[in-house]
Nanobody, 126 residues
Framework: VQLVESGGGLVQTGGYLRLSCAAS???????????TGWFRQAPGKEREFVSA????????YYADSVKGRFTVSRDSPKNTIYLQMSSLKPEDTAVYYC?????????????????WGQGTLVTVSS
């Protein structure tokens, strides 16, 4: 499985960005279902959970720090997951990673994800 994030960049405080995570399967592999999570890691800090979405899209989860500002969604036919980020703050500055687990259910625990993207940098200037 290959995950490719995009959409990161430099934005001012209060601005918005939309991150995308495109999932592609290796030849010969198929998925019946997968849930997706977004995590981030700021310089000098540990990786932290941001958001997650179930395979059906019915269940979504958010860290308290982003609740009400970030929205996770998925376009299953396109195998793409999105993270819409608004009202961005300098403390949102981090490398954002998407991760996939071969399960219908999402989780907030990084260790329970099977595949990870390379990350995309989001910088919010004050």
């Amino acid at each position: 499985v290959q995950l490719v994030e995009s959409g990161g960049g430099l934005v001012q405080t209060g601005g918005y960005l939309r991150l995308s995570c495109a999932a592609s399967l290796c030849s010969g592999r198929t998925f019946t279902a997968y849930a997706t999570g977004w995590f981030r890691q700021a310089p000098g800090k540990e990786r932290e959970f941001v958001s997650a979405i179930s395979w059906s899209g019915e269940h979504t989860y958010y860290a308290d720090s982003v609740k009400g500002r970030f929205t996770v969604s998925r376009d299953s036919p396109k195998n793409t997951i999105y993270l819409q980020m608004s009202s961005l703050k300098p403390e949102d500055t981090a490398v954002y990673y998407c991760a996939v687990r071969e399960s219908e259910q999402a989780t907030t625990w990084a260790d329970e994800y099977d595949y990870w993207g390379q990350g995309t940098l989001v910088t919010v200037s004050s």
